[in-house]
């Protein structure tokens, strides 16, 4: 596997990554043991960069990612992320919630590190952004935790370009998570240049549009019944049929190439900037093993330029609209 750097004088990680969280949430029913074999097989083929958060499961997907890496942490660029709150509410339903406030990112941490079995953080997201707390409070008691040797680096996820400013100005940021594939590409306009500039590298999830963009599915019917993207707007009603065709350009360019429509979607990304790292999630090892052999995958400017001409962006929002008010932040 080939190497990157997160930002120009960042630490180096796996070109391309390992998103855990469907291995415990958000995408149907989950197959504990083929979740650690991909994890381990991840590992072998070179692959270190892991990705996971607290609010995944909750808690399960940090505990799994931890077993995982017991013996070879040493191996492991380990990130994971605070925020997002999932919690009972009066009525015994789940209720989510955002928090930003010093005293939570102290205890966020503390949880997290029990949790995943290690004795410090690689890079530490913050999920989303507090609007009720100031970023430099939330970014300042983060910036306790490197000092303190619980954290290495520090992140944020859907921020938006002004935050990303005052947040680095407080201690610098490593990387910005934030989606980003061939049909979701809103950061461009300003996220991206802002990255630039301040040297901080950009951490793709979703390179493949959730699985639709590499031919996983093509119709919210055959995911199972817990899956969010079941009721996501983008696999719904007029917005599914216009998207269809998308993916089926994407499939149709990658044919050209010889490559699945997966590993053209994540070769675009790849050669869409030198700190540009892709973090595609699966829970099985033969999908891992295809989307980690994209990192190999040439592709010339013209043609990179070509495929972004080829495949329009995406018709319909990323989230609900609850989800979306919580993005760019």
Request: charged fraction near 25%; aromatic fraction near 6%; include cysteine.
């Amino acid at each position: 596997m080939i190497t990157r750097t997160l930002g120009p004088d960042g630490p180096e990680v796996s070109a391309i990554g390992l998103g855990c969280m469907g291995m415990s949430a958000f995408y149907g029913t989950s197959d504990e043991g083929e979740s650690l074999r991909t994890i381990e097989r991840a590992l072998d083929l070179g692959c270190n960069f892991l990705d996971t958060s607290d609010m995944y499961g909750p808690h399960t997907n940090e505990r799994l990612v931890g077993r995982a890496i017991k013996d070879r942490r040493d191996q492991v660029f380990l990130a994971t992320k605070f925020g997002i709150k999932i919690e009972p509410g009066p009525d015994g339903t789940l209720v989510r919630s955002i928090d930003g406030r010093p005293e939570y990112v102290h205890a966020a941490c503390d949880a997290s590190l029990q949790r995943l079995g290690v004795e410090h953080i690689d890079l530490y997201y913050q999920h989303r952004v507090d609007p009720d707390t100031p970023i430099e409070e939330t970014v300042g008691a983060m910036a306790e935790l490197v000092a303190a040797g619980k954290v290495r680096h520090l992140g944020l996820s859907e921020a938006s370009a002004q935050t990303i400013r005052r947040a680095h100005a407080v201690h610098p940021i490593t990387a910005v998570q934030t989606e980003y594939s061939l049909w979701t590409r809103d950061v461009e306009q300003e996220i991206m240049p802002t990255l630039d500039e301040l040297g901080i590298a950009l951490v793709a999830y979703s390179p493949l549009g959730r699985g639709f963009l590499s031919g996983r599915f093509s119709s919210p019917e055959e995911l199972d019944e817990g899956d969010f993207r079941r009721y996501g707007p983008r696999f719904t009603g007029e917005n599914l049929l216009a998207n269809r065709k998308l993916a089926e350009r994407v499939r149709e360019l990658a044919v050209e190439k010889g490559l699945t429509p997966g590993q053209l979607a994540l070769a675009w990304v790849l050669h869409r900037g030198e700190h540009v790292v892709p973090i595609p999630g699966t829970k099985r090892v033969s999908y891992l093993e295809e989307n980690l052999a994209a990192a190999d995958v040439a592709l010339s400017d013209d043609e990179v330029a070509r495929i972004a001409e080829a495949v329009p962006t995406a018709t319909g929002a990323r989230y609900d609209e609850n989800g979306m008010r919580s993005v760019n932040i």
